[in-house]
């Protein structure tokens, strides 16, 4: 996979549309994750792959994914294609005109409201992060948040509802969620990973 490049320049006044190819490298350097981004306004659909080696705290995997938001940023659609060893599976988010989440995974379909989520967070991506620091301003203003989200693990396949909590200053952005205990988030002038402490960062 070729090396991404940032969507506006450090410093500049960030883009309502654009089009990137976006890297990220595993902290231990056991994965890899690369996604197609598409912005237009608080819009976004991403296209990306994450690849994972085996680890102590996971086997290697592989997953696809295609996510879509509405016009405000909210989630609309998360489908994921993971490969293990032990076979392909399938996985699917949706969120209706009721703020009603349907998730359907090998256990079952579940329907719910997950908290009053309005986002999905895919484990181990640090893609997901844009949408509540875009939607919440925090990558052009300090700020403190509470998220709810539908959480799906990788590469267990399994969604809960979770919190994730977001504190933003003027230098970087702390994060604590379900894999993380107060990790520190930097992100481009479009509100998009440059890095995260212990997780990934971009190349």
Not at 16 to 42: I, P, Y
Not at 56 to 72: K, M, V
Not at 87 to 101: A, F, K, M, P, V
């Amino acid at each position: 996979m070729s090396s991404s490049q940032d969507p506006q320049p450090r410093g500049s006044v960030p883009a309502d549309d654009f089009k990137s190819v976006l890297t990220w490298r595993g902290a231990n350097k056991t994965r890899l994750e690369q996604a197609r981004v598409q912005v237009s306004g608080n819009r976004i659909k991403a296209y990306g792959q994450i690849i994972g080696a085996a680890t102590d705290e996971h086997e290697a995997f592989s997953a696809t994914y295609d996510l879509l938001t509405n016009d405000a940023g909210i989630t609309r659609r998360l489908a994921v294609h993971l490969i293990r060893a032990s076979g392909e599976t399938q996985i699917s988010i949706t969120r209706d005109g009721e703020n009603t989440w349907l998730v359907q995974t090998p256990q079952g379909m579940e329907r719910g409201a997950f908290g009053g989520a309005e986002d999905v967070d895919l484990a181990l991506s640090p893609l997901f992060n844009a949408l509540p620091i875009r939607r919440h301003n925090l990558h052009r203003e300090p700020g403190e948040v509470e998220v709810p989200v539908v959480y799906l693990y990788l590469p267990e396949a399994t969604v809960t509802a979770a919190t994730v909590h977001y504190t933003a200053t003027a230098d970087a952005i702390t994060v604590v969620s379900p894999v993380s205990d107060g990790a520190t988030i930097t992100v481009d002038p479009t509100g998009f990973v440059q890095d995260y402490s212990g997780l990934a960062d971009r190349v």
